[in-house]
């Protein structure tokens, strides 16, 4: 298992590649977009220019995690990111994260994204777990991610006060024998590689 490695993963609608610093404006301005701010919560200091350069500089450098950025096959744009982190190597488990800018939302690019680097979390880094937690409310996320075969595993309820409500977090993971039956594609279509996968 090495998440040194910073794969190309390329799908239909999107590829996946590693970040860059000259990815960092691009990445601010979705970060600042209040749809992802509302889903993703505030990152609780200012994003400066030279942070956000210096964070997304760096991600290639990671030994632990992998950070890669969505893009637009036609043009290249970066429309969001998707992140393995908070590796376990005993328990060959990992949280999985992403955010899509207002760009990409409505395409299918962030469901095709998802599939893309979960497939490479069980097929090429041999994970056993893939796990997430997402807002209750964020209904459209919580919707790609059973498409694409996690399951609901729990709430933590009222875990944090947003626009003066308490909000519950859904709790979900993916399990490596789960993935190896669907594919990314629980609902059938079982076997089919995870959106086209092809890692260069």
Known sequence: MDFSVKPVLTGDRTVLRPFTEADAARMGEIIGDPEVRRFTGSPGHELTPELLRSWYGSRSAQPDRLDLAVTDPADGEVLGEVVLHAWVPE???????????????????????????????????????????????????????????????GVRREVERRDGVWVDEVLMAVLDHEWAAHRGHPGGRAGRPAAGVRAR
Not at 96 to 105: D, N, P, Q
């Open 91 to 153: 328990e060959r488990s990992c949280t999985f994260r992403t955010l899509i800018g207002a760009r990409g939302r409505g395409r299918g690019i962030g469901t095709e994204a998802t599939r893309l680097i979960v497939g490479y979390a069980f097929e090429e880094l041999g994970l056993h777990r893939v796990q997430l937690d997402a807002y209750a409310f964020n209904d459209r996320a919580l919707r790609v991610y059973e498409k694409v075969g996690f399951v609901r595993e």
